[in-house]
């Protein structure tokens, strides 16, 4: 199937796309913005990673699910690629008892680490490691330094933020048993990044089977296969969505569009503390013990929080932190999710992003803050999840001005 996409600054993209896994539609899964890149002047907008766009939590942890069920040769995925297809789908409760009791064991001899890629994958790579148990771990990419430790580093190369880094610990047990590496990624237009990471696992640890996992994969098997070769490795790719892009018309860049905030005193928003300090955020390993914990820190956060009047509430991660926001969202009744980010993006009509605002970065781990497609009078109430001892208020205090103007009556801060 031959589609193409065509946005206000004549930026015109033309792919060839296959059938997508689980009868999914492509038009569920992603969209196509002008980014402020030189680099690369497109950006694939994903519809269920809950970085860009408002989703349902759900529609998170379905994603995942069919990307697990695709990683284990499964084809019994409709339940869950009809939440993204956008059936009426299930309270998130009966999503996440579903889903509790459906966890893929694995064995000793298939020991995997699981890994995002920072920032936009960082949730969806430990909702794909929350469908497995046994045998198990995760850890996402960072953009950056941590305390302690000397990380594998790698570049980006048409990335608004280069270089990524990965703190393993060398002397780690299960490292020295680890099988197989899964890298989970939204979208590979090359796969060239992936294979930086492949080459430097396969160096420090010696791992020989990798698995290049996407909600949509653009690359051609040539790299692949090159690497393979030349290092002696495996390398299986594994998408929803397999398409090749046909051709492509670079547009000019459009005129600026989106709110700036940055340098405003901005609006206090609401400091709520529920007493909660997450097990970890993926940026350093995560066991199962560990994932385990955070899944309860995050309901036990959500009972504090209580249930607000879900369809008129809207849940934001911050930067690297998606997944767990997206749980506690879920767990506090749904509503809609998304996070703010570093990426530059042009607000076009017509566009996947059409609205949004830069300000201040409201953590120390973010260079810029950017938040998209908020509409005008669509909720009342906003949380924002930070991370403890990471949190800027300045930025957030920018932020809760713009929402306030976007019509919401109550922003609160929720540190974790």
């Known amino acids: 199937m031959i589609t193409s996409f065509t946005l206000e600054n004549n930026l015109q993209l033309t792919l060839e796309l296959d059938t997508p896994r689980f009868g999914l539609s492509p038009d569920a899964l992603f969209g196509l913005a002008a980014r402020q890149n030189p680099q690369r002047a497109f950006l694939f907008v994903s519809k269920v990673l809950g970085k860009h766009l408002p989703i349902p939590p759900g529609a998170l942890l379905a994603a995942g699910k069919l990307l697990a069920l695709a990683l284990a040769g499964k084809t019994d995925g409709e339940y869950w690629a009809s939440i993204i297809n956008g059936a009426a789908g299930p309270a998130f409760a009966e999503l996440w008892a579903r889903l509790e009791a459906s966890r893929t064991p694995l064995p000793a001899q298939e020991r995997t680490l699981f890994i995002g890629f920072a920032e936009t994958a960082t949730g969806l790579g430990q909702a794909v490691a929350d469908c497995f148990s046994g045998e198990s771990a995760y850890i996402s990419t960072t953009r ?16 608004h933020a280069r270089t990524h880094l990965l703190y393993l610990d060398p002397n780690d047990a299960f490292l020295r048993g680890c099988r197989r590496a899964v890298l989970i990624d939204d979208e590979f237009t090359t796969g060239n990044t992936a294979f930086r990471l492949v080459e430097r696992l396969h160096a420090a640890y010696g791992i020989r089977r990798f698995v290049l996992l996407a909600l949509l994969d653009n690359s051609s098997g040539e790299q692949r296969r090159a690497v393979e070769k030349r290092l002696g490795v495996e390398i299986e790719m594994i998408s929803l969505l397999k398409s090749r892009i046909v051709s492509l018309e670079n547009g000019a860049p459009p005129a600026p569009a989106l709110a700036d905030l940055t340098g405003a005193a901005g609006s206090a928003p609401t400091l709520l503390d529920p007493g909660i300090f997450l097990p970890g955020t993926g940026r350093r390993l995560m066991t199962q013990e560990r994932l385990a914990a955070l899944r ?5 956060a959500a009972d504090k929080i209580g249930a607000p009047d879900a369809p008129r509430t809207l849940y934001l991660g911050s930067g690297e932190l998606i997944y767990a926001p997206a749980l506690i969202a879920g767990f506090c009744g749904g509503g809609a999710f998304h996070s703010t980010t570093q990426s530059p993006v042009f607000p076009l009509p017509g566009s996947a992003i059409v609205s949004g605002v830069r ?3 409201a953590d120390c781990y973010s260079a810029a803050g950017y938040l998209y497609n908020v509409p005008d009078g ?7 999840f930070a991370e403890r001892g990471a949190f800027i208020e300045r930025g957030a205090r920018q932020l809760t001005q713009y929402l306030s103007m976007r019509g919401i009556k109550s922003v609160s801060v929720v540190m974790l």
């Open 144 to 159: 950056f330094e941590q305390t302690g430790g000397t990380p594998l580093t790698f570049d980006e190369a048409h990335s």
């Open 296 to 300: 309860r820190a995050c309901r036990t």
């Open 359 to 361: 300000f201040d970065p």
């Open 378 to 384: 669509a909720y009342e109430r906003a949380y924002l």
